[in-house]
């Protein structure tokens, strides 16, 4: 038995995007960097927990790497363009006159104490929330959660299925693409071999979808009213503790939100990881 199939078979599908959820809704009203990197370690730990070698816990280390992008460029964005804020000057770049429309808006110019924790602050909730739900995407089966959706939401489930799992998806190609041009003696780092890269895996892309479409149309998906349950999922005890610990976090968050930000941050750091110790 895989490692995937023992920490995983335990949980109920849905169980992640709920965690997801509370997680979320914490580090967005907590509105504090502390807080959104206490829960990017969290998802670390738990993401290297849970650690399998299925293709859409791949697409994590994908998100991983955009996640950074969209950090430094919130940084760069935060540095170069942006209003005056109040603070110790750290240093000044070159100001860039724009046209009178764009009053109050700075391209350059001195960068002060609050608007580098301004924009760090922003780029951190970013960070936060890409990592949060790419960890539900990348430890979630896409196929158990499309069994356990009622009838009445299957049609928007399979897309919603089917929209998700094209990160996973995509990243396998890359990485078999990848192994292929490496067997070949070929480059991968440089940028131009991307180029290479990019075309087998719209082909590869553009042959799974045909290959879905006949999939679905030979199980007659759209004539049946009907759909198949394979086997139904119950929440179980597991469930209910996993998704505790970010319940109770919010619950606290939004009764005393007077407690210091400190204690937050903690709490959210270990409770967040309750999926760990629920087995």
Do not use: C
């Amino acid at each position: 038995m895989t490692q995937n199939r023992t920490r995983h078979s335990g949980f109920h599908p849905l169980m992640w995007w709920v965690w997801a959820v509370l997680v979320s809704a914490f580090v967005l009203l907590s509105n504090n960097y502390f807080i959104s990197w206490a829960a990017i370690i969290a998802v670390f730990l738990l993401v290297s927990y849970y650690r399998s070698k299925s293709y859409w816990y791949s697409s994590f280390h994908w998100a991983l790497r955009f996640a950074l992008f969209a950090f430094l460029f919130r940084m760069f964005i935060g540095f170069a363009i942006g209003v005056p804020m109040p603070g110790k000057t750290l240093f000044t770049l070159p100001e860039i006159q724009l046209p009178s429309f764009l009053v109050g808006v700075r391209l350059g110019g001195p960068v002060t104490t609050q608007r580098l924790e301004s924009a760090f602050s922003e780029a951190s909730i970013l960070v936060a929330m890409i990592l949060i739900f790419a960890a539900a995407n990348s430890l979630s089966n896409p196929h158990a959660l499309l069994r356990v959706l009622p009838k009445r939401f299957y049609g928007i489930g399979l897309a919603g299925v089917i929209a998700t799992s094209i990160a996973p998806q995509t990243a396998k190609s890359i990485t078999r693409v990848r192994n292929a041009k490496r067997l070949r003696g070929q480059q991968n780092r440089k940028l131009k071999s991307w180029r290479g890269i990019g075309m087998p895996v719209l082909e590869d892309a553009l042959e799974r979808s045909i290959d879905l479409a006949a999939s679905l149309e030979s199980r007659g998906y759209g004539l049946l009213n009907k759909p198949t349950r394979y086997r139904p999922e119950n929440w179980k005890l597991s469930d209910v503790l996993a998704i505790g610990g970010p319940a109770y976090a919010l619950l606290s968050l939004l009764i005393l939100p007077a407690t210091p930000i400190w204690i937050y941050a903690i709490g959210i750091g270990i409770l967040s990881l309750t999926p760990m110790v629920a087995k």
